[in-house]
């Protein structure tokens, strides 16, 4: 054989086995882990290279051989040469995928609004970058710089390879947008109550202070400057901030009925013939307080009654007011901009009969002044 560098497990049956292992020693078989399975039936473990030595032994002596084990790199180099065709087909369809991996066989192109995909593929085009290019030949950082040095309306471009498709994203250049400034005169009022804190004017003229108290819709500035005998009309623009107050309250009752389950129960099982009820069983139902639960299973209904026994809670007056005052403080902070500063929070709180009402007066700081011309 061509390899012969495998070992063998044969099972040799023989009527002198003592004399078929003698035979072996005396042809220089090599003969390892000599086992008796009978009087008959050994097995031993020999190199493969001994094989035709053992069969020809086994013929000159009328014994019957049986290869039960095989071990070796010899092996499996006999069964890599049965399936050689399976093998080189599985390399060359690697190397094939391998090899078509290394290059481009798909553009995606991602635009802005005015921007073309044609556009873009042109511009590639003209740089040498259509399916069909190998990998190594593409600097994706040259292709950015270039789609944005050679077309004006590219602002910003990003070109990367994933797998076999190369994806180009570009957005277009835009124009800042014009602003409009609006020089139509006008005041400054307040939008809500409050106590001036500080005054800040760009244009106009303060007609409040600092610890007055304004009302809604109430003059904060004026639109027009100059001199007493020469005054001109302006766009007043600036920030009046004030003390404001937020206030909500709610009734809470001081105890609480608890419901539980004793664990008995009644029920009512029943069908419809026409609008009357027929029924299979009928509860007594003597439960003062209940609950009933229904249950429609095909045309037969089941009506099941759990008594319910209810228990005054007597709750923490202090946790009871801490929790109803962080739901009414949450309830008014939700509604404020980022602009509105929280300064303050006052809790207030009275017994009333089986209740107690607790009240939140939210203190904050902020810009109450708008123009009268957005009224």
Not at 141 to 149: G, P, R
Request: proline share 2%.
């Amino acid at each position: 054989m061509e390899f012969k560098n495998g070992t063998i497990i044969i099972e040799i049956q023989s009527l002198k086995p003592e004399k078929f292992i003698n035979a072996m020693w005396k042809n220089n078989v090599c003969v390892r882990n000599i086992t008796r399975k009978n009087l008959t039936t050994i097995v031993i473990t020999v190199n493969l290279k001994d094989y035709y030595k053992i069969k020809s032994i086994c013929d000159r002596s009328n014994s019957k051989m049986k290869i039960i084990g095989r071990k070796g790199f010899a092996f499996l180099i006999i069964r890599m040469k049965r399936r050689i065709a399976l093998i080189v087909g599985i390399i060359s369809f690697v190397c094939i995928i391998y090899y078509l991996s290394t290059f481009i066989w798909g553009i995606q192109i991602n635009v802005d609004k005015n921007l073309t995909p044609y556009e873009i593929r042109q511009e590639l085009v003209s740089y040498g970058i259509k399916p069909g290019i190998r990998k190594i030949n593409i600097n994706v950082y040259d292709i950015e710089n270039k789609l944005i040095k050679d077309n004006d309306n590219i602002m910003w471009a990003r070109v990367r390879i994933e797998g076999s498709n190369l994806k180009v994203s570009a957005m277009e250049r835009q124009s800042p947008p014009k602003v409009i400034n609006d020089d139509t005169p006008c005041n400054l009022v307040a939008k809500k109550d409050g106590e001036v804190l500080r005054v800040y004017t760009k244009s106009g003229t303060p007609v409040v202070k600092e610890g007055d108290i304004v009302k809604k819709g109430q003059l904060l500035v004026k639109g027009e400057q100059g001199a007493e005998n020469s005054t001109y009309q302006v766009h007043s623009a600036g920030d009046v901030i004030c003390k404001t107050f937020y206030e909500d309250s709610k009734s809470v009752k001081i105890d609480s009925v608890d419901r539980k389950r004793t664990g008995n129960k009644d029920e009512d099982v029943y069908f419809y013939l026409g609008k009357k009820k027929i029924y299979i069983k009928k509860s007594k139902n003597k439960f003062a307080k209940y609950d009933r639960i229904e249950c429609n299973k095909l045309f037969v209904h089941f009506e099941t009654y759990y008594e319910v026994k209810e228990t005054i809670v007597h709750n923490d007056i202090k946790k009871l007011v801490d929790t109803t005052a962080d739901e009414l403080y949450n309830k008014i902070c939700l509604n404020f901009d980022k602009t509105i500063q929280v300064k303050n929070k006052v809790v207030n709180y009275k017994a009333q009969d089986t209740t107690y009402k607790v009240s939140v007066l939210v203190i904050a700081e902020e810009n109450i002044a708008i123009s009268d011309a957005a009224n």
